[in-house]
């Protein structure tokens, strides 16, 4: 019978950058299961005591260390040219979940002056936003990754060939993830939990929540991976493609304009059509709306499409 080591939640099984010095917390045979317990990306910084609306930001103590990773988990027999498979078995959020958005980051830095934050109730699915939206849960790690090759101390922002900061909203429970071992024992962590998120997590922040995830670990020998790669649960957006999307576009030479020119134009349409503020329709777009390239092969112009589930309201287009 395969073991399952549950690992658990604590100070000491948190780190804050990928470093393959790291000594394991686990060691584990292919084939074994962990469940890991896992802290949001505030790291504490953002209560559930706080109210959503414009604020001042949450006290940094000294700025962001990187996202809390729980282990690292060494897999026996793993090595450099392998591959490590990851199996997602289970994924549940804690009960209350976070998105917020700040001057000078996120897809658009300029367009907003405040710090805002919204509140998140994950204890009803599908979670209740404002005025007759609600969010079909979807949970997700955004952060799943082996060490890297490189020596010394890496942050977890950005992907890397490892994986890491990926936020990939299609490794929902039933996917496998398939990362490239770069070091002895792969040293998998995970963390940053998404209770869901649209394609691009346009404010920089998706629903941030505590996670609960059972993974199972597997190696693929002699199979060497230039990035990472995966296969879904089943077909996309199962539980908000119930109805027709709405989409907006941009347009231009550069792919990052185009996607900041169809976002804002979501917004606008956001708040002139369904009434919310523009910093509630930023936030919506991160949780909710799927940024896609719908063309990019007739220069000198690209086209990047912004498309949101009407599923989503309660009074919808739909009907």
Request: include cysteine.
């Amino acid at each position: 019978m395969t073991a399952t080591h549950e690992h658990r939640l604590t100070r000491e099984t948190v780190h804050h950058a990928w470093d393959r010095s790291l000594p394991p917390l686990l060691t584990i045979d292919p084939g074994e299961t962990v469940t890991f317990e896992t802290r949001n990306a505030s790291d504490g910084r953002v209560t559930p005591e706080r109210r959503s609306g414009v604020q001042p930001p949450p006290r940094q103590d000294g700025g962001f260390r990187g996202h809390p990773l729980t282990g690292p988990v060494a897999v026996r027999g793993a090595m450099p040219g392998d591959t490590l498979a990851v199996e997602i078995l289970a994924l549940t959020p804690g009960p209350w979940g976070y998105t917020s958005f700040a001057p000078g980051r996120g897809l658009l830095p300029d367009d907003f002056g405040d710090h805002y934050l919204h509140l998140w109730d994950l204890t009803r699915d599908p979670a209740p936003f404002v005025r007759g939206i609600r969010l079909p849960l979807a949970p997700f790690l955004g952060v799943m990754g082996a060490a890297p090759a490189e020596p010394g101390a890496h942050s977890t922002m950005p992907p890397r060939r490892n994986g890491g900061n990926v936020d990939t909203k299609q490794l929902t429970a039933g996917a496998t993830l398939y990362l490239p071992v770069l070091v002895p024992g792969a040293l998998f962590s995970c963390g940053d939990g998404h209770a869901a998120q649209g394609d691009g997590e346009v404010c920089i922040t998706a629903i941030e929540c505590d996670m609960t995830a059972t993974l199972r670990f597997d190696l693929i020998k002699g199979q060497e991976l230039p990035e990472f790669q995966y296969r879904t649960a089943g077909p996309l957006d199962p539980r908000t493609n119930t109805a027709p999307w709405y989409a907006t576009t941009g347009h231009g030479p550069d792919l990052m304009e185009a996607a900041r020119a169809a976002i804002r134009h979501l917004i606008a349409w956001l708040v002139r059509e369904h009434g919310l503020t523009r910093e509630e329709a930023y936030i919506l777009c991160s949780v909710a709306a799927d940024l896609r390239i719908s063309e990019i092969v007739d220069a000198p112009n690209w086209v990047v499409s912004a498309l949101l589930p009407l599923s989503i309201f309660e009074q919808t287009e739909a009907q």
